[in-house]
């Protein structure tokens, strides 16, 4: 019986133990280092803004999606972007698909592969006022990236784009109709 | 005073000729030939299914979106598609970006330029029986595109897809998390 007791005891502190560590790790617990950016958990549902291809070392293909208060701001070609925006860039490897160029008259479809990472823009203009107004992310499988450089280097490239485009308000992305 | 009303009468014919012929151009009248598919009002709002480049004569990038009814079926790997879904491709032209390679470490962002056309695929099995239970539009600039023959080469691309994928119920595009 005391033997049981003492089973029952170790099981429930390993019980507990396993617990935290998986509520440690819940990806909606998640948050990026620097900016303590959340992957949104509705995201997936948000309205396209537009699409593109990176070429070189990422080689992916994307689609940019935004909340209703960042597409409203694109859709009106409103700047700055309004605090509460926030921008979620999805992407996946590019994948040429010869399934498809089976069907088609050339080798021409390039497809959506595995998805690579998520990159999660949200704009606060007071608590992220030293990088811009934005607060960075970056996401793999759910997760939230916690390399602090990867994390510093998104608003070490978006600042670039202040120089070619003042107000651009550091957002690559334009609108796609 | 007979003159007067002469010109009165020709003027009001006149008026309920061009508005004839714009309410018969209404974009929201507009109908694809063959099927009679109509470009649904809030597809821009739509969730987004996946994206894709096509080289080649159309060199176009390009998003796939969905209705409720179609996202469903998709998230759920679902096979045929429910009568209602709806999938709406818009398409851009692919660009190069001089504006983003300025900024990125070499030259590789390619983005989605003016937009070239749209095509709609609406699931309907006993409508569209004949062609598989789809109907299919292309529109461009909110207009249905009239050409029959452009209208009937979506079918005859789409059911080559059945002698490689029976149970792809037509659709070229997967879901992409």
Redesign the interface.
């Known amino acids: 019986m005391k033997r049981l007791s003492i089973s029952s005891l170790a099981f429930a502190i390993l019980s507990f133990g396993v617990s935290a560590v998986f509520a440690a790790q819940r990806p909606e617990d998640q948050r990026s280092p620097v900016y303590g950016v959340k992957l949104p958990e509705d995201y ?2 948000w ?2 803004i ?9 080689n992916d ?3 940019i ?1 935004g909340n209703d208060i960042a597409v409203k701001a694109f859709r009106a070609g409103k700047r700055p972007f309004p605090d509460g925006s926030v921008i979620v860039r ?1 992407a ?1 490897q ?1 994948q040429s ?1 010869s ?2 160029d ?11 592969g595995p ?1 690579t990472n998520i990159q999660v823009s949200v704009k606060d203009s007071k608590r992220y006022a030293a990088s811009g107004g934005w607060g960075y992310g970056q996401f793999e499988n759910g997760m939230a990236n916690q390399d602090t450089m990867l994390t510093q280097s998104c608003f070490a ?1 978006h600042v ?2 202040d120089a ?2 003042k107000n651009a308000d550091l957002v ?3 609108y ?2």
């Open positions: 997936r549902d309205t396209l537009s699409v593109a291809h990176e070429a070189g070392r990422n293909i994307r689609a999606l999805l996946w590019y698909s399934r498809n089976t069907v088609f008259p050339a080798p021409q479809s390039f497809v959506a998805p490239c670039k784009l070619l485009e690559f992305t334009a796609s109709q």
